[in-house]
């Protein structure tokens, strides 16, 4: 198993923080704000918007965004690939599994990660959801879990 997955979302993580930060750049820096049909982008307004559609819109403030991805770049970091060792002693050992978790790797959090930009066309086919399932309907886990519990169907 290789880092594909991991090397996929750091990628967007980082469009995604790259292309906020230019925001300021266009004039649109201070917070996002609906007011009925019109979105304030601080130094700008852009009118005739539906209401739900400028709020939402709003919600998507440089600043909460910036937030978003700093805090799922957290989760990736957390969420390594923890190499298989073949350790005879411990028979989940022959296996990737996830360093933050011990879930096999790609653990479901990663993979719920990448979920939104299954589209992108980088995104790697074997993550897409139904080729991701089927893969792993497969498997079982049989590393213990933070409980000690071990074996469960995946």
């Known amino acids: 198993m290789t880092n594909e ?3 996929f ?11 906020v930060r230019r925001c300021d750049g266009a004039g649109f820096s201070a917070k996002w704000t609906a007011h009925g ?19 939402h819109v709003a919600l998507h403030d440089p ?17 390594t690939l923890s190499p298989a060792e073949g350790d005879p002693e411990r028979p989940w050992d022959d296996r990737d599994d996830c360093q933050f978790d ?19 066309p980088d995104f790697p086919e074997r993550y897409k959801p139904n080729q991701a399932t089927e893969e792993r309907g497969d498997r079982t886990t049989s590393a213990p879990d ?8 995946r």
């Not at 049909?37 to 709020?55: E, N, P, Y």
């Not at 959090?109 to 939104?116: E, R």
């Not at 933070?146 to 169907?153: I, L």
Request: net charge negative; hydrophobic share 40%.
């Open 102 to 120: 011990g879930d096999l790797w790609p653990c479901d959090d990663l993979l719920d990660l990448a979920l939104p930009y299954q589209e992108h």
């Open 5 to 7: 997955l991991m090397a």
């Open 63 to 79: 600043v909460r965004v910036l937030r978003e991805v700093e805090a799922k770049q957290r989760v990736l970091n957390r969420h």
């Open 146 to 153: 933070k409980a000690g519990n071990s074996g469960e169907s």
């Open 37 to 55: 049909t019109a979105v304030d982008f601080g130094q700008g307004d852009l009118t005739g918007f539906h209401t739900v559609i400028a709020q």
């Open 9 to 19: 979302l750091k990628a967007r993580l980082d469009e995604e923080a790259d292309l």
